[in-house]
């Protein structure tokens, strides 16, 4: 049985005609690929960001070697092909941790770079690629570029958020953040409306290296936007963890779900459930570094819950002036579109600039929520949201995309695009890009 | 008993699949590596990768290990980087696919030269330099497919096969002398190797790895990796040759 290239949403299913399963990057020969190529990391991307549908997807993931470890200064080389897991295994023990970290640690490199990923502490020191000093990317023409942000900048700027299309990323520099501990004290607190939430998040940014918040989707009226909001910051005490172990995965999804499982119902309950499981208003914890950022990993595979029709993620962001209103807009506009969400996360994206040309974060206030795939009213919904967004000036996320109308997303990165068009790499494509890109 | 990880390892074949996950386990735990492999660059990149998880040094050799004049070399200079040599592990060889050698004479003959004769010459050597140190573990990766000849892989089978003998004789001959041979013998493992060949009970490299280590630790003779294949081999070898010839599956 072959195996299948997924995104993790599942949806579309888009297989490549060819795969280049890489073992070394040494053996890396573009023009001897048949065209459209695109490199696949770990398929964490929720849409089709990642896929190639009869093209050729070049498989990153065996190259996953270090090249090199500065131990002293914290910084790191290495295959693109990398997840961050295996990384943090390595560097963690010496004092260090990635400066930017997405909700899963099953990323690798090149797809933390491809997409240009942030993590909850966006609001302090950026995106990923501001981290990045240099890349190896390998063209189809067969040049290889070593970029950095003053050596081929423009190629660099390019690639950094450049979803694959600027052609294979095989070695990434990047440098680390310094941490004492693998311990985070971390604090939640219980916000009754959206409204709360975001002065929470404000008055919290100054203090705090992490902040996100969780969002109950199916409250309604003033408790609309009721949540969580979370907190955190990297113990400064050295108390000796950085050695401890790492957790396996506690569960793996072994089969499809039913398509009952994650529908409205169950979802309700379980975000009522989620809600009501903290009683005070303010929690504190001192927990491992691994439930803090990466909760989501203790299930593996937990997306084929959402059964064969797959799920969908939607992330936007909007300015903060007038975002408060925009979110409950699209919010009130899922509701009224059928749509229950599990998972709904808002964050203060900060003003830090990310070299990368198509990358997505921008100052202000982002929303992410998964859904499961619904009818035409759950697309229609969706389609209304993006004008909303595009209406505030906003944008929506390529890498959690598998839906957005590429009219709509040609204007929404309307300037981007004209700088970025004419650094990509005309042998690389995407499903998604071929989706968007054109009229 | 001492601590059995050892800590001061020779690697032949060091860029192959199998043996960079070996390489890894033991880097982790700050062993001393001597790595002999083909391609410079590759075995470079490997060397890099095993000193940043923490090997404590890498010494890299490049040579092609067809080339037995310089064997003896690399056993020197193995013995003069390491001292005592804890562990060695030969790992190369290939896979050569068996329709192109049913017709290939020399082609056949010289990937016996690369899986059988190069693999004992380099296991002949070793072991009487741990026959002469009184300790040390010799491992051999020999394969499933050297218990019995079957017409999709037997060139590679029947090298395997050689291996196997050849590793099972020097246990019985150092076994006295304080040293330690294990055979690996694992069933398809998902490697460049067979890229586009899918098979049953397939498992990645990571794995076998883990199993070696564990058996090193244990001194464990004999290891099927994963462990049902010598149920299943016990069975594959029990069949009589006239009904096996019929079984044209295999
Ligand atoms: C549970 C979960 C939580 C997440 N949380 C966040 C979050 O908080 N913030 C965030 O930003 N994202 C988040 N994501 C999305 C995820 O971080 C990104 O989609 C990431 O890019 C996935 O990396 P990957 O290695 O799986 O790449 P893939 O999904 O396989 O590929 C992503 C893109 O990178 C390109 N690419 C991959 N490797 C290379 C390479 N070597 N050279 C050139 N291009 C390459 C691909 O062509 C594709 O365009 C989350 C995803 C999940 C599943």
Redesign the interface.
Known sequence: ??KRYESWGRFPDAQPSTVV?L????DLELPSLSSPILAYGKGRSYGDVCLNSDGTLVAME?CA?????DRENGV?TA?AGISIQDLLR?IVPHGWFVPVTPGTKYVTLGGAVANDVHGKNHHRVGTFGCHVRALTLHRTDGTVYVCTPSQHADVFAATIGGMGLTGIITTVTVALLPIASRMIDEESIKARSLREVIELTMASDHDWDYTVSWIDVLASGSSLGKGLVLRGNFSTVSDGTLQATWNEPLLRIPFQGPAWLLSKPTIALFNTVWYGKQFGRMHRRHIDLEPFFYPLDAVERWNILYGSRGMLQYQCVVPLDGGEDAMRRILSTMQAGGISSFLAVLKMFGAARSPGIMSFPRPGLTLTLDMPIGGKRMFDALDRCDEIVHEMGGRIYPAKDARVNGAMFRAMYADELAQFRPLIDPGMSSTFWRRVSEE | MASQTPTRIVIIGATSAIAQEVAKLYAVQGARLFCVARDESKVMAVAADLRARGAEEVAVYVADLLMRDVHANIVEQSRTFLGTIDCVIIAHGVLPDQHTLDHDVDATIASFMVNAVSVISFAHRYADVLEEQGSGTLVGISSVAGDRGRASNYAYGAAKAAVTTFFSGLNVRLRQKGVYVLTVKPGPVDTPMTRGITLPLMVPPRVVASDIVRAVARRTMVLYTPGVWRFIMALVRAIPEFIFVKLTKF
């Not at chain 1, 073992?23 to 040494?26: G, H, I, K, R, V």
């Open positions: 049985m072959a399963d073992a070394w990057t040494q065996q070697r270090i090249l090199d470890f790191v295959e390595v």
